[in-house]
């Protein structure tokens, strides 16, 4: 039970009420309410805003750990954690609530959401309401009346000491390995209990040897093999346990490092640095060999390593002088294992480069399938999968050798061990040094000595391939983003008017000689319908994806709004700026899947009315599952003007007010294209719109035409006066 004295300190309180009540209040006692998205999301960003973090709306919906299609407290409590909180929500008395637990999200008995930001008792509670248009409205009420209006449910909220969140850049690695450090010290704990009760059975050995035979003391061997059993018994317990706090711990650290890596993947700039696909899911697809290298056998045999110190100390208490056996014969493990590194590393590097041309051939070969087939170019692909297969193969059996030496040299050398051990033994015998019993404990313990050095072997030689994959993610994981890396905020503007100016604007792919687009300057005011034309090359696309915000100049800075466009905040330029590309990539899924692309917000009447713009609708309507209709891979069985359609529905998607085509109706027939300009004209009226055309006909959309060449405009002109030059 939380005090409820507002004089008590209040940050011992809410540190009570983070840690200790969330265990009591992750299953409430009766549904929770249904709040609404809009105030639920306001109530977040009110909480964020007290702390100087000004996230957007869309900047919360899009925090890389949201996956749910709705926005709700259990997504909140995400939210604010990605952000540096310590957050829960639960079931708790309204009449616990107090000063200290303040701001907290409450929910109204309606289910709107609400920020209570204080509670007095003198001057009462201060609640924070939201409403539909945007503004917010701060009442007060009785501290009575506070279990008539909210509902027994919370979310509690207290941002973390700066110093508390991870800066590393390694943070997607270590640290998701650290969120398991209690099951990580349970399976320590579990190790050494283990370790201690194998210890039983040599014990066991030797008294029976030594004692119940010669003696021939039955009711002793009775009471001593029930007490070994029951040591067994606890020993499988524990080592089952140890194995599933090992998964599990595992199971946390690959959900998040999963997360992370895709989210990186996400967010990729994409300004030319990116590596090829094929090479980037090769390097991803190592994030397995990492994953495997920490988990199961090879971290069990880790936790063992400590505990040769505890078998060779008791080999030396109960046989004396057999103790150098071990002693001798763990180094000479090690060193074999050692001795091979070297070599290994260097395999495991020429694998990784093999490996992801060999990957980089396959899926470049199953995207360009078509046209593989139609151009007759299968003998070059299938030679260059061959050439990258074979090296990689002689790579892997060079490394499996290697491998093999080791773990034989383990097994060779703890053979040797036992039989050194026994032959030792005898003549310590014969002197009296030691008993019969105690040989045979020795080379029990002798064993249990060098097993885990043999398990070691076969991870030391996994560990050059783990290394390799490390580095090579984390090579990815640093590489510059476009997303949110950082809980930083850009600067938020849910509402661009549409005003496009780009000063000096300079622009090269990484390696060129000569920039893309070089000391570009126009302006594009509100409302402005621009077409952009030239030759191929001349740099239309890239002048396109720059004013979309897709990549981002060498030099100079692209504005809206009198805004640079890289400070403001990504999920806002996303639905002010709708994008069209050249390239049409369609999703396996829906019809609908392809036009939402997840963003359920929307409903199927907004849905609809854009699909009737785009010409959508056209081909849908008349079939017999709608929108329901399943598309294949990248949309095939679909025209290129059908594909066309979906992509420009995307773009018209937000309502924004900036609209970015590159080539929209190229694929699309005569009569297709002329409908959907005549419905896109009308749509688009107050919109500022760039189009990239290399078709008079979509000049019917312009107010003005550029003409650019290698990179700069070389004519700033009219639609007219271009539709009599190609007369």
Known sequence: MVEQSPSADSDAQLQIVLEDEPDRMEEPGAAPPAPTEETLIRAVQDILSRSGLAFSEGAVRDLPELTSERFGPATAVSALRHVG?????????????????????????????VVVASIDPADGVLLRRFESHGSSVDETCDLSSLPNLLSPFVILARRQHAAAKPKGKNDWFWGSLLQGKWLYLQVIAAASVTNFLGLSTSLFIMVVYDRVVPNEAIESLIALTIGVVIALGFDFIIKSLRAQ?????????????????????????????????????????????????????????????PFIFLFIWVISLIA??????????????????????????????????SNMSK????????????????????????????????????????????????????????????????????????????????????????????????????????????????RSLSAVMKDDSDGMDDIQPRLSRPHLNGTIELKNVSYSFAGANSPIIRNLSLKIPVGQKVAIVGRMGSGK?????????????SEGAVLIDGVDLRQIDKSDVRRNIGVMLQDTWLFSGTVKENLQMG???????????????????????????????????????LSGGQRQSINLTRALLHDPSILVLDEPTSSMDTATERAVIDRLKVWSEKKTMVMITHRNTLLDLADRVLVVDRGAVVTDTTPDKIRAQAR
């Open 359 to 470: 990957q980089g051939v396959l899926v470049e070969t199953l995207n360009g399938l078509e046209t593989v087939q139609a151009t007759g170019s299968g003998r070059l692909m299938r030679r260059r999968f061959e050439e990258a297969s074979d090296a990689q193969s002689d790579l892997g059996l060079r490394s499996r050798m290697l491998s093999q030496f080791a773990i034989n040299a383990a097994a060779s050398i703890q053979q040797v061990a036992q039989v050194a051990t026994i032959f030792y033994g005898v003549f310590l015998i014969q002197d009296g040094t030691i008993t019969m019993g105690a040989m045979i404990a020795a080379v029990i313990l002798g064993g249990r000595t060098l097993a885990p050095l043999s398990q070691l072997a076969a991870a030391m030689s996994r560990a050059n391939a783990a290394r390799q994959a490390y």
């Open 245 to 305: 706090f090992v998964d599990r711990a595992g199971k946390r650290a690959d959900a998040r490092m999963s997360r992370l890596i895709f989210d990186k993947i996400l967010n990729m700039k994409l300004d030319g640095h990116r590596q090829k696909a094929g090479a980037m899911a090769s390097i991803v697809r190592e994030f397995d060999t990492l994953r495997e290298f920490f988990t199961s056998a090879t971290l069990i045999a880790v936790v063992d390593l």
């Open 85 to 113: 909180y310590e957050a829960s929500f639960g079931e708790m008395p309204v009449a616990e609530l107090h000063t200290s637990h303040c701001p907290a999200i409450g929910f109204l008995k309606s289910g709107e959401a």
């Open 599 to 637: 963003f359920y917000e929307y409903d199927d009447t907004h849905l609809l009315n854009i699909a009737k713009v785009s010409g959508v609708d056209d081909f849908v309507s008349g079939h017999p599952q709608g929108y329901d209709m399943e598309l294949r891979e990248r949309g095939e069985g």
């Open 541 to 553: 696309s890239t002048l396109s994806r720059l004013i979309a915000g897709l990549i981002e100049p």
């Open 320 to 353: 004396g002088p057999l103790a150098l056996v071990p002693l001798i014969a763990v180094p000479l493990v090690i060193l074999s294992g050692l001795a091979i590194q070297p070599f290994l590393a260097r395999i495991a590097e020429g694998s990784m480069q």
